[in-house]
């Protein structure tokens, strides 16, 4: 399994290879300047784990690398890392399939929490307290930002209740979506209400 970053900025994209490398030392790290350096990397280096954009590549308009990679690897974490500061270019970007955006400000730690958390795998976020729907388990977390939406609070307010980063709740939810196979915080709370989740 290989880890992919792609930016045209080299002390950035060093940074975070080197990030990456202390996260996932089994990995394989792969470095690339440009967009169009992905498929032939991809041939040579295998499967990826994560991929890492800069929004503003040489040669790719908006936010087309983001929609190209996720039509290839719809189920692998993609993460864009861009100079600009959120709002509509967060939103293109998790619109295009982006999993998460952080802004190249952020602290460096908070950068490698968030990445850490996005690539844990289900086995890894097991939690002994489950709520079991189906055949689909919920780790007491996840339980627990469901009552958090339902209560209309906002990504800073679930933060500073759980005393985490706001990074850390948006893979929180980015995970608990994936596990009820929804896309927003309203197709959740269909979800909760038809299967009972709101209850107690």
């Keep these: 399994m290989s880890l992919y970053v792609i930016d045209d900025h080299p002390m950035v994209r060093q940074m975070i290879g080197m990030l990456l490398r202390r996260l996932r030392p089994a990995s394989k790290v792969v470095e690339l300047e440009k967009f169009s350096e992905l498929q032939a990397a991809l041939i040579k280096n295998g499967e990826p784990e994560l991929f890492v954009l800069d929004l ?10 983001i ?9 692998i974490p993609l ?5 600009m500061p ?8 998790l619109e295009a399939g982006a999993d998460l955006y952080i802004e190249k400000s952020t602290d ?20 002994a307290d489950v709520v079991v729907v189906g055949d689909i388990k ?3 977390r996840q339980k627990q930002l469901i ?30 979506f994936r596990r009820l196979g929804v896309k927003s915080r309203t197709q959740t709370l269909h979800f909760a209400r038809t299967h009972g989740l709101l209850m107690g």
């Design 86 to 93: 959120s709002g509509e270019a967060r939103d293109a970007c």
């Design 147 to 176: 009552l958090m939406l339902d209560r209309g609070l906002s990504n800073r307010d679930i933060a500073a209740e759980l005393s985490i980063s706001e990074h850390t709740v948006k893979v929180h939810l980015w995970r608990l």
């Design 56 to 65: 503003l590549l040489p040669g790719v308009k908006g936010a087309t690398a």
């Design 79 to 83: 993460v864009v890392l861009s100079a």
């Design 138 to 140: 919920l780790s007491k």
């Design 108 to 127: 460096t730690a908070e950068i490698s929490q968030a990445i850490h958390d996005i690539m844990k795998t289900d086995d890894e976020d097991a939690d």
């Design 67 to 75: 929609s190209d990679v996720k039509k290839m690897y719809p189920e």
